[in-house]
């Protein structure tokens, strides 16, 4: 794919472990990348490949979640646990909150649950101040909902928050109020994309799933950005949509000029859901948290 003159861009929809394998094919043809989904740390170097990642990582953290509990909780303390199991992954939430300060909260205290080892004493040390919030620092379905049963049994009352990769099967059937913050969007709930969720129901007689609207946005800021390179072809393409920002229905894709990471102060594409009845619910974006509407 990589060597066909014709490609001229992909749009990478994968998981982190399929999209990291496709940076090196991709830079040496010079064939621009366009990553929806994955956050693996693995992207931080896009700046020294031809990718383009267009949604915030698990290194700058979940926009939703932390602006959920900035500006709609205000907890007098938040608790950060950090699942030991999944450490590699869950390291970077922990810094964002703990060593970056992104948390409001007057301290931001770690709790460490080895990977042998359940949550019920760290919940109950949680539990000593009922109304803390917890930030769960994790990214397995199972040891997220083996938290969020720990906290319920030990009479916790704070808000409750994860991102997104937690939402499977176990965590949905226990994780009931808690917020999760994701980098997609419920197309059919979404003002900004219920039209495209009609179209794309229209057209597939179906409604469109986590990240159609993403994929979406992303399929168009290429051809944005090839219509403006012209006869350059793909070669000039990352830098043109480097140049300057374009607004999708889902996000606006801008780029830090040094660091070339996407944009994550306006418009960050950045999502809060619900957990409730088993299912997560979409509550609002990430931008209008906080405000009187």
């Not at 808690?178 to 039209?195: E, L, P, Q, V």
Request: hydrophobic residues 45%; aromatic residues 6%; neutral net charge.
């Amino acid at each position: 794919m990589a060597a066909d003159p014709d490609v001229s861009v992909v749009i990478a929809a994968g998981t982190n472990a399929t999209v990291p394998a496709a940076l090196p094919p991709c830079a040496k043809a010079r064939l621009t990348l366009l990553v929806t989904r994955a956050d693996t740390e693995e992207l931080n170097v896009v700046n020294t490949t031809t990718a383009l990642v267009l949604r915030a990582i698990q290194t700058v953290g979940p926009p939703a979640v932390l602006r959920y509990l900035n500006r709609g909780v205000e907890p007098a303390r938040a608790v950060v646990v950090h699942d030991l199991a999944t450490e590699v992954e869950s390291l970077p939430m922990v810094r964002i909150t703990t060593v970056y300060d992104k948390l409001c909260s007057e301290t931001a205290v770690e709790e460490e649950v080895a990977a042998d080892e359940d949550f019920t004493k760290a919940a109950r040390r949680i539990a000593a101040r009922p109304r803390d919030a917890v930030l769960f620092a994790g990214v397995s379905p199972d040891r997220a909902a083996a938290c969020a049963r720990a906290l319920r049994n030990a009479g916790h009352r704070g808000a409750r928050v994860a991102g997104e990769h937690v939402l499977g099967a176990p965590f949905l059937a226990v994780g009931e109020d808690w917020r999760i913050g994701t980098g997609y969007t419920d197309a059919s709930a979404d003002s900004r994309t219920k039209a495209f969720a009609a179209a794309f129901r229209a057209c597939h007689e179906r409604a469109p799933g986590p990240w159609a609207a993403e994929a979406y946005d992303a399929v168009r800021f290429a051809a944005h950005g090839l219509a403006s390179v012209g006869d350059s072809g793909r070669s000039a393409l990352r830098s043109e949509l480097l140049r300057r920002p374009w607004q999708g229905i889902t996000r606006l894709m801008s780029f830090d000029a040094a660091s070339q990471y996407f944009g994550v102060e306006n418009d960050s594409g950045g999502f809060l859901f619900r957990v409730t009845g088993g299912a997560a619910r979409f509550v609002t974006r990430a931008d209008d948290i906080g405000k009187k509407t």
